[in-house]
């Protein structure tokens, strides 16, 4: 889109983009915490927050800053996975749930849930970090597996890696489905409720343990950007640049399971962050994987709050209900209170 600009002019309005976003991410995090049943300006937040107390200050702290901030990692953490995985297969329609990870993890949810003696007491004894545990280690298991079938002699493949995790979700959707079979009522709306996933469970007690990996996971997928800029061209030619493909590869997908695996465990079967997100930075700066990689951490929480909060703006002008207002199918119900 920009590439008959010239390169200082491209790289100017790059930054200023990455400016612009490093703002708008902040102002997301506030407009998310402001709407709501109780409602609160999002230009009060700052001074009901230096004076720390008051019904306005238990509602930010206790309910709706835990759910935004855990709402701002999953989307930073979907998004740049999903555009490290549109560099690696250079296709802008591979998603983070291409290579089992959000598979695996709904698989370890519903053995969890399923199978597990007395799991749902149990979930509850252990304050809601089973699920998430159990969710976690599911998604990193299959995609370690998909892994072992990509690895031929000749290196993991790429083509080989894609078409293994099509049959792998395809594997997996079967087991899941099996155990719905097997579910009573209760473990099957428990199950539903998480494949549905939300925020409104998010708490800072929950939000904390997944930091590490979410850290990890950053540290890992946003230093290969210059080397997805390069796999543009081609495998061959990416090698001739000096590109360790095997080591791009191990760390994209390994980045991309640590990713989608602390999200999934944080907000349950949620993803389309990981496709929308890239698919919006493409659209308005060009398909500069590299740029793209970079600006994820800060587009992917504001496609959370932006289509969430539109809505509500909308109610409010218009006192209309839910159901009525014309932008109310951007996002699934579930995530319209769950701010609230």
Same mark, same amino acid.
């Given at each position: 889109?920009?590439?008959?600009?010239?390169?200082?002019?491209?790289?100017?309005?790059?930054?200023?983009?990455?400016?612009?976003?490093?703002?708008?991410?902040?102002?997301?995090?506030?407009?998310?915490?402001?709407?709501?049943?109780?409602?609160?300006?999002?230009?009060?937040?700052?001074?009901?927050?230096?004076?720390?107390?008051?019904?306005?200050?238990?509602?930010?702290?206790?309910?709706?800053?835990?759910?935004?901030?855990?709402?701002?990692?999953?989307?930073?953490?979907?998004?740049?996975?999903?555009?490290?995985?549109?560099?690696?297969?250079?296709?802008?329609?591979?998603?983070?749930?291409?290579?089992?990870?959000?598979?695996?993890?709904?698989?370890?949810?519903?053995?969890?849930?399923?199978?597990?003696?007395?799991?749902?007491?149990?979930?509850?004894?252990?304050?809601?970090?089973?699920?998430?545990?159990?969710?976690?280690?599911?998604?990193?298991?299959?995609?370690?597996?998909?892994?072992?079938?990509?690895?031929?002699?000749?290196?993991?493949?790429? #083509?080989?890696?894609?078409?293994?995790?099509?049959?792998?979700?395809?594997?997996?959707?079967?087991?899941?489905?099996?155990?719905?079979?097997?579910?009573?009522?209760?473990?099957?709306?428990?199950?539903?409720?998480?494949?549905?996933?939300?925020?409104?469970?998010?708490?800072?007690?929950?939000?904390?343990?997944?930091?590490?990996?979410?850290?990890?996971?950053?540290?890992?997928?946003?230093?290969?950007?210059?080397?997805?800029?390069?796999?543009?061209?081609?495998?061959?030619?990416?090698?001739?640049?000096?590109?360790?493909?095997?080591?791009?590869?191990?760390? #994209?997908?390994?980045?991309?399971?640590?990713?989608?695996?602390?999200?999934?465990?944080?907000?349950?079967?949620?993803?389309?962050?990981?496709?929308?997100?890239?698919?919006?930075?493409?659209?308005?700066?060009?398909?500069?994987?590299?740029?793209?990689?970079?600006?994820?951490?800060?587009?992917?929480? #504001?496609?959370?709050?932006?289509?969430?909060?539109?809505?509500?703006?909308?109610?409010?002008?218009?006192?209309?209900?839910?159901?009525?207002?014309?932008?109310?199918?951007?996002?699934?119900?579930?995530?319209?209170?769950?701010?609230?």
């Amino acid at each position: 889109m920009l590439g008959f600009l010239p390169a200082a002019f491209r790289t100017h309005r790059y930054r200023v983009a990455l400016l612009a976003l490093l703002l708008l991410l902040p102002s997301s995090l506030f407009l998310g915490a402001g709407l709501g049943a109780y409602p609160i300006s999002p230009l009060e937040i700052p001074s009901i927050l230096l004076r720390g107390e008051g019904v306005e200050y238990q509602v930010l702290t206790v309910l709706r800053f835990p759910r935004v901030v855990t709402a701002a990692l999953v989307g930073a953490l979907l998004a740049t996975a999903g555009a490290v995985l549109q560099g690696l297969f250079r296709n802008p329609l591979v998603d983070p749930g291409l290579i089992g990870v959000s598979a695996g993890a709904a698989l370890g949810a519903s053995l969890f849930i399923v199978l597990l003696p007395g799991g749902l007491a149990l979930a509850q004894a252990l304050q809601a970090y089973g699920l998430p545990l159990f969710a976690f280690l599911g998604g990193l298991l299959t995609t370690w597996f998909l892994w072992r079938i990509a690895n031929t002699p000749a290196g993991v493949q790429v #083509a080989v890696l894609l078409l293994g995790g099509i049959a792998l979700n395809a594997l997996v959707g079967a087991a899941i489905g099996f155990l719905i079979f097997l579910a009573d009522d209760e473990q099957l709306r428990s199950l539903t409720f998480w494949t549905l996933g939300g925020f409104t469970g998010a708490t800072w007690g929950l939000w904390v343990p997944a930091l590490p990996f979410a850290a990890m996971a950053f540290l890992l997928l946003l230093p290969l950007a210059r080397e997805l800029n390069a796999l543009a061209l081609g495998e061959r030619e990416a090698f001739h640049l000096g590109v360790h493909l095997e080591t791009l590869k191990r760390r #994209a997908v390994a980045g991309t399971a640590l990713a989608v695996g602390a999200a999934v465990a944080l907000a349950g079967g949620v993803g389309f962050v990981g496709l929308v997100a890239p698919t919006f930075s493409a659209s308005w700066l060009g398909r500069t994987i590299g740029f793209s990689c970079l600006a994820q951490p800060f587009l992917g929480p #504001a496609s959370w709050f932006w289509p969430i909060s539109w809505p509500a703006l909308w109610q409010r002008r218009r006192k209309c209900p839910w159901e009525w207002s014309p932008l109310s199918w951007v996002v699934p119900s579930s995530y319209t209170w769950s701010f609230v």
